[in-house]
């Protein structure tokens, strides 16, 4: 650790890994309320514990992202960080906010819940993964603006890199684009065409410039490699996510409503997004081919190249098979959808978060690596967790797939619930790797507490 501010990234990661397995946690009830539909209810309906599942995703997520910048920023800029004090007081609004309204979703009726937070007076709630209370959705705003303000403060006072400006780009876009989370128009067309303004803009823009980001910092500390190079690459990567990010978002506009000319549109650019995973693939195993030094701390280096790989399985690969309009008309809203966003979520940014929590952990505790029995601990949930959900994804494919022929394909056509009752089999499946993840997850908790011995002091 280079800054003393840098401190300030821990709590961050802890809040990040604990909120992490509680959404683990409500995955498993949700996997098990699929098979056994009266799981826990009537005190905890399965669209509680979807809604309490996904809002931890993005809330792990983004606190993830900002322990990264907290971290990754002063040591770009080559400076302290602005204020630590700001930055700490913001962590306790956010954790604070965030837990208040988990519990007021799983304690209170939705119903409930939007009237005692003035949903009445500025109606916000009721869609998904912005189900958020008004005044959460305001502390959100407040909380992301006094942290870009934060960091925009440290590098304008120090030096400035592709990495920072990349890194920042990708926040302020994202802070931008969460105010369409406080327009809700009644046209429900009008609605879904700027809800993904939010959803697939976030995930599809500048979220891939926030990974990409911190993709970078970790390679180049990782490897050696000169800057310039890493620079380049990571220009060439952001610059084709942005392509067909941006434009990509018409394949969420096939059948809601918008003119017929975005399924051209949405099909031509949503095929060119796999490209820009692919891209940091070549990116890292170039740049971990022809490092300068071999690094001690060898389980971040296969976070960083597993995070190469299972981004562009999930976000590129498994994308691109329901992307294009005339196979999208047949896959849209089933299972083959759910095995992409299990994917492409666990690869794209849940691994890219555990890569550097697992580069920097150590370094915030004076250490340049952990211990070589604490590294294998860690290797060995890397390992648990990361072929549980490429099985996880191939049980959800096959059942989508099964979904997609009896429900949509044949001339026959199943009740939707009958289908459903004919691929419990890949339900249980799934719940059985589910398993095997959360054990995974255990074993990456256990490897904060092995031998902590200095291999290579700071």
């Known amino acids: 650790?280079?800054?003393?501010?840098?401190?300030?990234?821990?709590?961050?990661?802890?809040?990040?890994?604990?909120?992490?397995?509680?959404?683990?946690?409500?995955?498993?009830?949700?996997?098990l309320q699929y098979v056994i539909g009266d799981f826990l209810f009537p005190y905890l309906?399965?669209?509680?514990?979807r809604l309490v599942h996904t809002n931890l995703l993005i809330v792990w997520i983004l606190f993830g992202f900002m322990g990264a910048a907290y971290y990754l920023i002063p040591e770009e800029a080559e400076r302290e960080l602005y204020s630590p004090k700001l930055a700490i007081a913001l962590f306790w609004a956010f954790l604070v906010t965030g837990v208040l309204t988990i519990l007021g979703y799983l304690f209170i009726s939705y119903a409930k819940l939007a009237e005692v937070t003035g949903n009445q007076f500025w109606p916000t709630m009721g869609r998904e993964f912005l189900e958020q209370p008004l005044i959460t959705k305001m502390g959100i705003v407040i909380v992301v603006?006094?942290?870009?303000?934060?960091?925009?403060?440290?590098?304008?006072?120090?030096?400035?890199?592709?990495?920072?400006?990349v890194f920042l780009t990708g926040f302020i876009g994202l802070a931008a684009l969460f105010l369409f989370a406080f327009y809700n128009p009644h046209n429900l067309v009008l609605d879904k065409f700027y809800w993904w303004w939010v959803v697939h803009l976030w995930v599809e823009g500048t979220w891939e410039l926030i990974l990409g980001a911190m993709f970078a910092f970790v390679t180049l500390k990782l490897t050696g490699v000169d800057r310039d190079v890493v620079e380049k690459w990571l220009y060439l990567i952001v610059g084709t996510a942005l392509m067909s990010g941006i434009i990509g978002i018409g394949h969420h506009y096939f059948w809601i409503g918008p003119p017929a000319?975005?399924?051209?549109?949405?099909?031509l650019f949503s095929a060119f997004e796999p490209i820009p995973f692919f891209l940091m693939i070549l990116f890292a195993f170039y740049m971990v081919n022809h490092r300068r030094h071999q690094h001690p701390n060898q389980v971040a280096t296969l976070w960083l190249l597993g995070t190469a790989v299972m981004s562009f399985l999930g976000a590129g690969v498994w994308g691109f098979l329901q992307t294009l309009a005339p196979v999208n008309y047949y896959t849209h809203g089933t299972q083959v959808t759910a095995a992409h966003g299990h994917l492409s979520f666990y690869g794209a940014y849940a691994m890219i978060v555990l890569t550097m929590i697992s580069y920097a952990?150590?370094?915030?505790?004076?250490?340049?690596?952990?211990?070589?029995?604490?590294?294998?601990?860690?290797?060995?949930?890397?390992?648990?967790?990361?072929?549980?959900?490429?099985?996880?994804?191939?049980?959800?494919?096959?059942?989508?797939?099964?979904?997609?022929?009896?429900?949509?394909?044949?001339?026959?056509?199943?009740?939707?619930?009958?289908?459903?009752?004919?691929?419990?089999?890949?339900?249980?499946?799934?719940?059985?790797?589910?398993?095997?993840?959360?054990?995974?997850?255990?074993?990456y908790l256990i490897s904060f507490f092995v031998d902590k011995k200095e291999r290579v002091t700071t």
């Not at 309906?45 to 514990?49: C, E, L, T």
């Not at 000319?261 to 099909?267: E, K, M």
């Not at 095997?436 to 997850?441: A, E, R, Y």
């Open 1 to 31: 650790m280079k800054y003393s501010s840098q401190a300030v990234a821990k709590p961050y990661f802890i809040a990040a890994i604990a909120l992490f397995v509680g959404q683990i946690v409500f995955g498993l009830i949700m996997g």
């Open 261 to 267: 000319y975005w399924q051209w549109w949405g099909s």
């Open 45 to 49: 309906p399965f669209n509680i514990a």
């Open 145 to 165: 603006l006094g942290f870009i303000f934060n960091l925009l403060m440290t590098v304008l006072q120090g030096r400035k890199t592709a990495i920072n400006t």
């Open 361 to 443: 952990m150590p370094k915030l505790q004076g250490r340049e690596a952990n211990s070589n029995k604490a590294q294998v601990t860690e290797m060995w949930s890397f390992w648990l967790m990361t072929v549980s959900m490429v099985f996880i994804t191939l049980f959800l494919t096959a059942a989508g797939i099964v979904q997609v022929y009896l429900q949509r394909a044949t001339d026959t056509p199943l009740p939707y619930m009958t289908v459903q009752d004919k691929i419990a089999v890949f339900y249980w499946m799934r719940e059985g790797a589910a398993l095997i993840f959360t054990i995974g997850v255990v074993v």
